[in-house]
T-cell receptor, first 119, second 109 residues
Framework: GAVVSQHPSRVICKSGTSVKIECRSL??????MFWYRQFPKQSLMLMAT?????????EQGVEKDKFLINHASLTLSTLTVTSAHPEDSSFYIC???????????????FGPGTRLTVL | GQNIDQPTEMTATEGAIVQINCTYQ??????LFWYQQHAGEAPTFLSY????GLEEKGRFSSFLSRSKGYSYLLLKELQMKDSASYLC??????????FGAGTTVTVRA
């Protein structure tokens, strides 16, 4: 399958600081990237959808000013958690779909995830 | 909206077969995905069904019946490494994935 990377894999920060998470598609052009959050023993919840070159669309209940998303190129999207608080501690996962080998793919490929702990 | 149901847990013995059922109600149909997720890791793609019938991929097969809103993932010749959560997911018209709660499969020796 296609390869999606995320960085960092794990981050611990103090309350009130901002954290940036990068999501990269390594072998295909990601026209759409998705950001999910997963709390322990729960399923993935979609936070936002970002299309290359346009503003992200956020799911209901997700604060766009707190979770800043930038999708500046076909291979990179970033999620910045601003003024993080302990309740933001979670597993953040990105996924991407797009064009691979000249063909559009409906399959979403997931990055390895970023575990954020806010103290 | 999307509503996806799957069992919470299943346990089976190494070498056995397990079938994980998924029923879904979606506004529009855009296929059905199955992902495997090991604890602490991101989901990995297993299968994508758009047409009715069974698709076999090695030890894993996936079945779809669009008229019944039903799919299953079949795991054959279970191995210890198959212990994981299996997620059924349906995409909306704009490719957003809605996930079921996941089925935790425990493989015992």
């Amino acid at each position: 399958g296609a390869v999606v990377s995320q960085h960092p894999s794990r981050v611990i920060c103090k309350s009130g600081t901002s954290v940036k998470i990068e999501c990269r598609s390594l072998d295909f052009q990601a026209t759409t990237m998705f950001w999910y959050r997963q709390f322990p023993k729960q399923s993935l919840m979609l936070m936002a959808t970002s299309n290359e070159g346009s503003k992200a669309t956020y799911e209901q209940g997700v604060e766009k000013d707190k979770f800043l998303i930038n999708h500046a190129s076909l291979t990179l999207s970033t999620l910045t958690v601003t003024s993080a608080h302990p309740e933001d501690s979670s597993f953040y996962i990105c996924s991407a779909r797009g064009v691979r080998g000249g063909l559009s793919t409906d399959t979403q490929y997931f990055g390895p995830g970023t575990r954020l702990t806010v103290l | 909206g999307q509503n996806i149901d799957q069992p919470t847990e299943m346990t089976a013995t190494e070498g056995a077969i397990v079938q994980i059922n998924c029923t879904y109600q979606t506004s529009g149909f855009n296929g059905l995905f199955w992902y495997q997720q090991h604890a602490g890791e991101a989901p990995t793609f297993l299968s994508y069904n758009v047409l009715d019938g069974l698709e076999e991929k090695g030890r894993f097969s996936s079945f779809l019946s669009r008229s019944k809103g039903y799919s299953y993932l079949l795991l054959k010749e279970l191995q210890m490494k198959d212990s994981a959560s299996y997620l059924c997911a349906a995409p909306s018209n704009d490719y957003k994935l809605s996930f079921g709660a996941g089925t935790t499969v425990t493989v015992r020796a």
